[in-house]
C-alpha cells in the first residue's frame, strides 16, 4: 500500500517545526506562490497538504476546489501569529456534514 505523501505549505516560521516530524515543508510568503506549490503538490501525489490559516484565508476558492476531490486533504492549521478560526471552521462544517448536526454550537438554556 502506497504512503501519503504530507506537506506543510506557509511562511517559513510557522513551518519550520514540521520538518523535524519529516513533513515536507514548503516555504510561501504569499498566496500566489502557496498556488503554484499546490499544483506542484497535486502533480506530485500528496495525500494532505496542511496550509497555514493567513495563507487559507486568501484561498479559499483553490482550498474548496481541491477539497471537493478525495485527495488530497487540505488542512487550515493557525501561523505563529496565531489561530484566525479557518481550521476549526472547516472541521465544524464537514462533522455538521458527515453526522447532520453541529456538535459544536453551544446552546445553553
Do not use: C, H, W
Not at 513551518?15 to 510568503?29: C, H, N, Q, R
Not at 496542511?50 to 486533504?73: G, H, K, S
Not at 492549521?77 to 453551544?106: C, H, V, W, Y
Request: proline share 6%.
Amino acid at each position: 500500500m502506497p504512503t501519503s505523501k504530507i506537506a506543510v505549505v506557509g511562511d517559513r516560521d510557522s513551518i519550520l517545526g514540521f520538518k523535524t516530524l519529516g513533513v515536507a515543508t514548503f516555504p510561501a510568503a504569499d498566496a500566489e506562490r502557496a498556488l503554484q506549490i499546490f499544483r506542484q503538490l497535486v502533480a506530485e501525489n500528496y495525500g494532505v497538504i496542511f496550509v497555514t490559516e493567513d495563507l487559507a484565508r486568501d484561498l479559499q476558492e483553490p482550498i474548496a476546489e481541491l477539497n471537493r476531490r478525495f485527495l488530497p486533504a487540505v488542512i487550515p492549521i493557525p501561523s505563529s501569529r496565531g489561530a484566525l478560526g479557518i481550521g476549526m471552521e472547516a472541521i465544524r462544517k464537514n462533522l455538521e456534514k458527515a453526522i447532520g448536526a453541529d456538535i459544536f454550537s453551544r446552546k445553553e438554556g
